[in-house]
């Protein structure tokens, strides 16, 4: 089975400014297999929409306890960017897209979180297909949240890349 492994951040990814100071900067790749798609939407629509039921399940009890302190669920930042007339994947807007690199991402008044997905040449010569994350904190409700997350949050990339390798390994 492939797995999903921690690089270093890019440095030529658009998220590059917003490294600096940031509450949580992280970056996960996994080796996809011949014949993957190309295009990052696709890709970035199979690791993020169809998750496992743990992950559904987590994000329910995420949106319950965040419901109380006024923090949007992830329901509700899907809704609100389709109102807006932005495309969603999963539940997060889709900001930005290019050839290279395709921008996910909201800010909510606890903090501000960006996903970038990259189409690299690995190590081996194979695609990768790379995540980035950033986040910046804005008040002690988002540096509580973000102390309790960060966990889930990269066991959850994790397995969502690997879930998705193993979609597109039929």
């Known amino acids: 089975m492939i797995k999903a492994h921690a690089v ?3 440095s030529d990814s658009v998220l590059a400014p ?6 949580l900067l992280d970056a996960f790749a996994i080796h996809l297999p011949a014949g ?3 295009d990052l939407e696709v890709l970035a629509r199979i690791a993020f929409e169809r998750q496992a039921g743990w992950i559904r399940m987590l994000t329910w009890v995420r949106d ?5 302190v006024g923090v949007k669920s992830s329901r509700a930042i899907g809704a609100a960017a389709a109102a807006r007339g932005l495309q ?11 050839a290279g ?3 996910m991402g909201g800010d909510d008044r606890h903090l501000d979180f960006r996903a970038a ?3 690299r040449t690995g190590a081996a010569g194979g695609r ?3 995540v980035v994350t950033v986040v910046h904190c804005h008040n002690r409700l988002g540096r509580t949240y973000l102390a309790v997350i960060a966990p889930f949050h990269r066991t959850i990339l994790r397995a969502n890349l690997e879930r998705a390798v193993r979609v597109m390994e039929g």
């Not at 917003?18 to 509450?23: C, E, N, R």
């Not at 969603?88 to 290019?98: A, C, E, F, N, W």
Request: net charge negative; charged share 10%; hydrophobic share 55%.
């Open 36 to 38: 993957a798609s190309g």
């Open 18 to 23: 917003l490294y600096v100071g940031a509450d």
């Open 64 to 68: 319950a306890v965040m419901a109380t």
């Open 128 to 130: 990768e297909l790379v």
């Open 117 to 119: 997905i990259l189409l």
């Open 88 to 98: 969603v994947i999963g539940y997060l807007p889709l900001l930005s897209k290019s």
């Open 8 to 10: 270093p951040v890019p």
């Open 101 to 103: 690199e395709l921008v």
